[in-house]
């Protein structure tokens, strides 16, 4: 391509300070290095996680600097070394690296890498006015362009579309695979799964998939019941209509509990009443923080597991997921409630966290 080998100029919704709005900019992005892509972003979706840095996090450290996770793109360019992509490669950039030659990438129960933070935090590829503007989680999709090293990079089926696939760069994947690769849910099984958001349809759709024959979608908005429905939820529960803990009432409708419990929610309390919505021996997986329980809960055989990603490893499992869909065995049409332009990205933010202060505390103060 023309731009091969130069700075692009390009629009991006810089970050400038915690807790502020972003502002649409111009902005340089250099030509890839030794082992790395540049790649035209054609679709990102936003995740709580891009809020959490701006609006929660707020640490003056990580800024300025170019939100966005998940994503889909186009290779423009590719720099030295770099034998797996070509211009033109559609492609999905990945937060969690897959190098496939570390003992972490060849050992089958992880899908964690010693390449894991390939562009440390000050490390960068773009500048605006003149100052260095860092890549979040190293792959910065608010930007129409971005540079990340090859091994946070998977191919994808070219006839798969960028704004529908981007949904796999993060929230479909990590709850799906929660259900099915961390939590192994088992057919015939009973489910909860807490939180419909996207992470929580998404872990009902796995617990679908991998022939739960009961799925209890729990959620204090019954408004999201229906679209539960939809991803294969066969019961639903709303913790404010009961005057006792969710758990009790999960363990009076399932004779003892469910078999598998999964946390999406992200809330610490929510995680420590897990094992105790469960049977004896039975198995929840969450998004791990502080927390503390009872040895006893533990004791008779339940285990609890924190899932990053799903557990999927990423250049392998990202495309397997893309082919899911093709072939109608993975819904992500129904998770898409809007389509915006990267100009109204702040509209999109507020619209997540109206959602989000409807429902809980407000944090945003």
Not at 317 to 329: E, F, I, N, R
Request: charged residues 20%.
């Amino acid at each position: 391509m023309a731009t091969a080998g130069k700075v692009i100029t390009c629009r991006a919704a810089v970050a400038w300070e915690p807790n502020k709005p972003m502002v649409m900019e111009e902005i340089q992005v250099a030509p890839p290095q030794a082992e790395e892509v540049r790649i035209k972003i054609v679709a990102s979706a936003v995740c709580h996680t891009d809020l959490y840095h701006l609006f929660e996090r707020m640490h003056k450290d990580g800024f300025p600097v170019v939100l966005g996770h998940e994503a889909a793109g186009v290779v423009e360019s590719v720099g030295p070394g770099v034998t797996e992509f070509q211009p033109g490669d559609h492609v999905i950039p990945l937060f969690v690296s897959q190098c496939r030659e570390c003992r972490f990438c060849k050992n089958p129960k992880t899908n964690q890498s010693e390449r894991y933070d390939v562009m440390a935090a000050t490390e960068s590829r773009f500048t605006c006015r003149g100052k260095k503007v860092l890549q979040f989680m190293g792959t910065s999709t608010f930007s129409e362009y971005t540079v990340m090293n090859q091994v946070s990079v998977a191919k994808i089926d070219p006839t798969a579309p960028l704004d529908k696939v981007c949904l796999l760069g993060c929230g479909v994947c990590t709850g799906f695979g929660a259900a099915v690769n961390t939590a192994q849910v088992e057919p015939g099984s009973t489910c909860a799964v807490f939180g419909l958001g996207a992470v929580g349809l998404a872990a009902v759709m796995g617990c679908q998939f991998a022939g739960a024959k009961k799925i209890f979608a729990v959620d204090v908005n019954p408004e999201k019941f229906e679209k539960a429905k939809v991803f294969g939820a066969t019961d639903f529960l709303n913790p404010k209509d009961y005057d006792r803990p969710i758990s009790a009432v999960l363990a009076e409708l399932t004779a003892g509990g469910v078999d598998f419990s999964l946390e999406c929610v992200g809330n610490v309390e929510v995680m420590v009443s897990l094992p105790t919505c469960e049977g004896l021996g039975g198995q929840c997986a969450g998004r791990m923080d502080d927390v503390a329980t009872r040895p006893i809960v533990l004791i008779a055989g339940r285990t609890w597991k924190g899932s990053l990603f799903g557990g999927f490893k990423s250049k392998d499992g990202v495309p397997k997921m893309v082919q899911a869909y093709l072939d109608k065995k993975v819904k992500l049409d129904e998770f898409i409630t809007h389509n915006m332009s990267l100009e109204q990205i702040n509209e999109a933010f507020e619209a997540i966290k109206r959602t989000l202060l409807q429902f809980g505390p407000n944090i945003y103060d």
